[in-house]
Structure formats: C-alpha cells, structure tokens
C-alpha cells in the first residue's frame, strides 16, 4: 500500500457492483489532457492555416460550450466539426496511454470477492477500443458500457435511468468510482449508494478537491480495505 494513506471504509457488504469511469480513473488523463489542450491544437493549427493560440482558444471556446453533453465525447462530432480524423490522431500518440496506480490489483482483488464490476464510461466506443488495445483490462469486466450506447452523458439523469435499467441494477447496492464531480453529483442525486471520487485523475497535474465526496488518492486504500 502507498505509504500512509488512510484505508476508505465501506459497507462492502452492502455492495453488489462496482461501477468504474474510465478516463482519470482507471486510465491516466494525462493522456486526454496532452490531446486536447496540445497536440489537436497542434493539428489544427497546421490543418487550417492558423496560430497555435489561435487554434488552442477557438478549440477550448468551443469545448467549453459542449462540455457535459454527448458531443463533447464524441469522437465521429469532432472529427466532422474540426475536418480531422481524430481518432486516428489518439493512435499517434496512444503510447501515452497508462493505468492508474494498482488498477488491475483492484480489479483482481474485486473479482476475487465476487462482486460484479462494470465500465460506465463517456468516452467513445472508438476511443475505448483504442485503449483497450493499450490497456488491456476487458477480462476483468462484466460488462463495458459506453454512454454514446445509452443515448445520454452520465451529466444526466436519463442516463442512470437507462443505465439500472439495462444492466439490472439496484443502485442503492453500487459503488461508483469517478473522477468529475458533475458525474458524481448526477449518480448521487440518482440514488447511487455508495460513490468514491479521484484525488489525481493525471499523474501530470496537483491532486484535485474532491469535496464533498471521499477521495482516492491510490486504489491501494480500497483493496485493503475489502
């Protein structure tokens, strides 16, 4: 276990499924972060004919005005806005792609107690192909849910409604992991029973409040404490 961190308590007999995000949970944001607020500008820049600045504000302009809805995830919208492949341009630097500190550790500490383990994540099905193919952790899950499959983001409440619907679930009998707090907040006001936010969601950048809820700092303090 990383060194003094406090164990996260929970009633894990109160939890059937444990619900994990992907990007900044499982996976390091470094990768998504250098992506967006880099190296598409980069492309941009050069596609279009324009500054770096120029293409790094009219992106992070536009990405604001998008964020929390399905767009902002997906892959084939940008790529038809900006006149780019981007997901083509993720493989040319998937090698950024890591795990998260003691990921499959906990997965295989999870599978080992039984419990049912899915992926709820917003990311593209093309971008969690790619990953999968750079961080293989499919095996460890019973299902791989990607929410542009559901119709809405996790931001919304239809999502979960779909979501618990879909897969069968009591969500006052789910742990949920993830690293935005919007997302929290949604699953929360849902009636998810038991959520966990991400202290360090990208190896590159300080830890983030996780205020009001618990935060993981290493994946560490929940596998000691099942």
């Known amino acids: 276990m990383a060194e003094n961190l406090p164990l996260i308590p929970l009633h894990w007999h109160s939890i059937d499924t444990v619900l ?8 390091d944001l470094h990768f998504d972060n250098y992506f967006w607020l880099e190296y598409l500008p980069q492309c941009y ?18 990405s604001s005005r998008l964020k929390g809805t399905l ?5 084939d919208y940008w790529s038809d806005k900006l006149s780019l492949d981007i997901a083509k341009l993720k493989e040319d630097i998937q090698h950024k792609i890591l795990f ?3 990921v499959i550790e906990l997965l295989q500490h999870l599978r080992s107690h039984n419990k049912r383990i899915i992926l709820a994540t917003n990311a593209h099905p093309k971008t969690l192909e790619l990953k999968l193919l750079r961080a293989d952790f499919a095996n460890y899950f019973d299902v ?6 559901i119709g809405f983001p ?8 779909k979501f618990c619907q879909n897969y069968q679930l009591d969500p006052k009998r789910c742990l949920f992991i993830d690293d935005s707090l919007s997302v929290l907040d949604s699953a929360k006001q849902f009636g998810i029973g038991f959520v966990l936010g991400i202290c360090k969601p990208d190896s590159q950048k300080e830890a983030v409040n996780c205020s009001p809820y618990t935060g993981i700092q290493d994946f560490s303090q929940l596998i000691y404490s099942l």
């Not at 994990?20 to 996976?27: A, C, I, Q, V």
């Not at 996790?154 to 409604?161: A, G, R």
């Open 20 to 27: 994990f995000d992907m990007d900044g949970t499982l996976l």
């Open 45 to 62: 820049s050069k596609a279009h004919g324009i500054s770096y600045s120029e293409s790094r504000k009219y992106l992070i302009d536009l």
């Open 71 to 75: 767009n902002w995830y997906c892959l």
């Open 100 to 102: 998260r500190p003691n």
């Open 144 to 149: 791989l849910s990607s929410s542009h499959e």
């Open 154 to 161: 996790k931001e919304e409440q239809q999502y979960w409604v």
